[in-house]
Structure formats: C-alpha cells, structure tokens
DNA sequence: CGAGGCCTTGAACGAAATCAAAGTCAGTGG
DNA sequence: CCACTGACTTTGATTTCGTTCAAGGCCTCG
C-alpha cells in the first residue's frame, strides 16, 4: 500500500535538505527514491525555523516516506501519531461530513506540515491524499515534543507552526464569509504564485495540480463558476490559461481585486475593461 | 481603560472554580469583581483538562483581569505575550482586513481560549471584544511554556487546546463553503445551545449576545438573511424567537437540516411544512 | 479509434443580497 | 410621564450573482 522503506542503514545527519533533490537508484527494480532521512536541521529549514547550533550534532533522524499520485497520507478517524513535513510533491487536505460530503481545506506543498488536526482527538479529522508523486519526512508526535522539551527553539517552533495554520485558516473564513467568486479565485492564484516563488520556482508561470472542481470545494464554488473566471481573467489579459498552466500576467489586478464594490458598477466596471481592450484590437 | 486590579494579597490556590462566581465587593466604589487569581487546576478545570495531583500543590498562580461590555481585550497587530481564558461572559473575534471590513471569527466564551493567533508572528492576527462584562485569566505565553515543561500533561493540553481550535476553523470553513444560509443558521443555534448546555445553563433557552450583524458576519451572511431565517423557524415551530431569546424546540429538526436538496424540492418541502401546520390550526 | 475524465460555454433558474420602509426597544431628557 | 433619539430588527420588493442544467470540445490512454 505505502512505497516506504525502513533500511538499517541511516544517512548521515550532515547531509543537506539540498541533497535531497538527488535522486538516487536503487537495485530493487530501478525504483528511484529521494533520501529516506533527514536530522532536526533538515527539519527547520524546512520550516523557515533559524536552525540553532545545539541542532547540529543531534543524533536523531527522521523518515522520509513517499506516496504515489492518489495515495492517502491518513484517513479521517484514523489513530494519530505523527504529524508530516512535505519535502516535494503536491497534496489536498479534505475534510468528510457525516454524508460523505468533501470539502477542501488546502493544497499542502513543501514545507507544510499536515495531521495537526489529529492532536486534540488523538484521531486525524480530515484525510490528506497525494495529487503527485510525494516526499514526506514523517515526525513521530511523542518523539517531537520529548525533542522539544531539550530543544527549546523547535518547541517554539512548533506551537509557532501550530499558530501560523490556524492564522491561515482564518483568512480563509474571511474569505470564504465576504469576498465575492471573483475576488476568491484571484486571491487564489495570488497565493499559488506567492507559494510557487517560496519554493523556488516561477511565480509568473506554473502548473496547477488540481482540477476545477478541487479549486471549486476548496473556494466554495462550483466548478463552472472557477472556469468561468478563470476565462474571464483570460480575456481581460490578467493571466493566461492553458489547461492547469497559469501564466500570471498583472498580479497587481489580482490583488487589488478585494470585495467587489457594492455590485452594479462592477460589471460595468469589468465591462469597461473588456470595451477598452476590444478598441484596441 | 482596563479595569485591572493587581493586589498583594495572593488568593489561595485551593480555592475552587466554583467560588469564582461568588461576587465580592470591594471598598473602591462598591465595584463588584470576581476573584482575582487561579491556579493551574482551576485552569485546567476550565480547559476541561484533566487536572493531575502534581499540579495540585503548584503555587503558580494567574491573574484575572476583568473587561466592561464593548471592552477590547486586544488589538490588531498588539505585540503578543498572553493568551486567555475566559471564565465568564461572551466576546467576539473580530478579523479586520487591510480594508478595514470587520469579519467575525467566533464567539468565545466561558472555557475557551484567546490569543493563539498571536503565537506564529508575536503580534494579535484578530481582535476580541467584550459582547458582556467578562472576567478572564491571563496566562503569559512564557510562563506556561516553561510551566509545560515541569507538567508534562500541561503541555499535551495547549497542543491539544491548539488543535482543537484548528479543528474548530476547519468545520467553519466546511460549512461556509458548503451549507446554505438555512443550514448556517440552523448549526450556529445548535452550537450554541450545547455550548450553553456544557457551561450549565439551559440548552433549551437562552439568550443570544450579539446582533443579527454580528450572527450574519460570523456565518458569511447578511443580517437580513439571518434575521429572516430565523423568523422561517419560528413559524415552522423549530424555534421561539423573541429578539435575541432564543428557545429550543425541535433540536433534531435543526440538526438533521443539512446541505439542502438541489434545490427547488426544498422550497415545497418547506411550504409543505407551512401547508400542515396551517391545517392543524 | 473510442471511452472517459476534464474543461468550457450558454441559457435559465433560484438563493441570497440589496434596497427600502416600517416597527420595536432602551435610554435620555424635558 | 412621555416624547424623542438612535440602534437594532422585521418584512417586502427587486436585483443579481452564482448555481444548475445541458451540450459540445479537448485531451489521455487503452
């Protein structure tokens, strides 16, 4: 079910998150496999923590385990005792009402932590499922908070972390409660810009992992709705789409697009944009 | 401002939960306070948290700090350095974007904890507001850490207090994203009659704090919307409304109402409703 | 090639927002 | 005591944004 390997032999803790990228075959049929441990230091970076001195020479590793495109990473209900660090690949988190009803509460990519939602019960309460290829560094919960009480630092950081997700999910109660379709998806694609150039890669240009209807559960929208804005930033030359690539072309516009003014003079005001640009051609 | 009082005198750390709602009065202007400091039992009585004997004999004690009816507990962007509990009276969250437009995150109230957004960026991500005088324990960040660390129970518990919180952002977003207006309404009652239940008060009958701006900024709706549903419920029996007394009288109805059928089948089944209890009369 | 996802686009409908007006209530001051 | 004010609430009429329903196009993969 899982591709994870446990092999005796540890890596060295020296070696870098950097290193991880190097992809190294292993004689079972050719597989390919990212590194299956990383040190504390590892950890940190990962999480935009300052990695302190006294991290350095720890002697503990974590696992790394990889999940194939659609594997689940944990079941709703299922017992918790380890929260996870995505090291590469893109995920969804999805949360299951009493009816089987999906609801999509973010897309995790490096550097998210996932499976907080499972201290409180000690059970997980959503499920997160792999929408690539994934690398995870597994981090055993009774493991983490011993490390914490030694190092000071990481037990900061994580209620630092713990903090940072509920803040995020806030913003998204904001969003969800005042902000018009429009204005959802724009701040979408913000954040999936903003998300990509954290990890290294274009901001400008990028690949959309997700369906229309994942965007559409996790914007509470349907997904002609996110089609059809989509087509309509197109059109007005905001951005350019092909397929699930997005070129962002004026990411001023999106931002800038909040709460749309009260209603009537917006789509005169959309429909001004659309006038001007058809003068133009 | 604040009506803070920080007296000499420590209070007794075995005195209970209990005696706090036992007013005294105190020779300043016959003003009327609850008592002014807990110990970490009481705290963690309030958490629900099981308290364990070690903690019994701790001789750290909080102090309460008590806020007038429109109060601010904290801003946004006030540096971070407590979170509270609220040992009794009602409040809102309040996110304020960089527009200024106010969204309700939550009604705390006696049991729950404040200030947990202020942990990732040291500053308040949201404001609290006092919707009733409030009495409320301060627990500075630095001295329950290190208070963590010697119980390790306590520990366990804020990570647990944490996500629950989480947990509890993540139902809001489910619901905002996926329930009509009906279905909000009815689930926001429901909450909060087992929350009056849990704190011993009626869950049949009770009274709400807050406006219906308040009730329909916090579940992403208008007050007109929130003001008319409710009347629907009260001429459906559901519920007996008079202005913000709420009383409770099919909870099952307001449970089992989810995400409404398509659509219009809803509507006859609502007026079908109507059609029976018209013909009873 | 054909089947099955996924995406786009159009047309019609409907749920909730907006606009508007009247009613209720608490507090204030004459 | 009562009229007045201002905040809050209810209710109705109308508008509109987003959904729903429907049809056709596109891409991948067997």
Redesign the interface.
């Known amino acids: 079910m899982l591709s994870m390997q446990m092999p005796e032999t540890h890596v060295a803790p020296s070696v870098s998150i950097s290193a991880a990228l190097q992809l190294v075959s292993t004689e079972a049929g050719r597989q390919r496999h990212s590194k299956l441990w990383s040190n504390l230091r590892d950890v940190c970076d990962l999480l935009h923590i300052p990695s302190v001195a006294s991290m350095m020479d720890e002697a503990f590793l974590f696992q790394h385990v990889q999940f194939k495109t659609g594997q689940r990473v944990h079941t709703l209900g299922q017992p918790f005792d380890a929260l996870y660090i995505v090291n590469s690949g893109f995920l969804k988190t999805v949360?299951i009402?009493e009816?089987g009803?999906e609801?999509i509460?973010s897309f995790p990519m490096r550097g998210d932590m996932l499976g907080?939602?499972?201290?409180?019960?000690k059970q997980y309460?959503?499920e997160v499922v792999a929408l690539s290829d994934c690398d995870l560094i597994v981090l055993p919960f009774k493991k983490l908070?011993t490390l914490g009480?030694v190092h000071i630092e990481l037990?900061?950081a994580?209620?630092?972390?713990?903090?940072?997700?509920?803040?995020r999910?806030?913003?998204?109660?904001?969003m969800?409660?005042?902000l018009s379709a429009e204005a959802r998806v724009a701040r979408f694609l913000v954040s999936m810009s903003e998300k990509f150039g954290q990890m290294g890669y274009s901001s400008k240009l990028f690949n959309l992992r997700m369906t229309r209807h994942e965007i559409g559960?996790?914007?509470?929208l349907t997904l002609e709705t996110v089609s059809r804005t989509l087509s309509t930033f197109n059109q007005i030359g905001w951005i350019s789409v092909d397929q699930r690539m997005i070129g962002i072309n004026d990411l001023d516009a999106l931002k800038t697009l909040?709460?749309l003014p009260p209603s009537r003079s917006r789509t005169k005001k959309l429909q001004v944009v659309l006038d001007v640009m058809s003068t133009c051609m």
Do not use: F, H, K, P
């Not at 907080?116 to 019960?121: K, N, P």
């Not at 994580?158 to 803040?167: D, F, G």
């Open positions: 949360l009402d009816l009803n609801q509460l907080v939602d499972g201290i409180c019960t309460a959503s908070t009480r037990e900061q994580m209620y630092a972390v713990m903090s940072r997700e509920l803040v999910e806030q913003v998204m109660v904001g969800l409660g005042a559960s996790y914007l509470g909040r709460r």
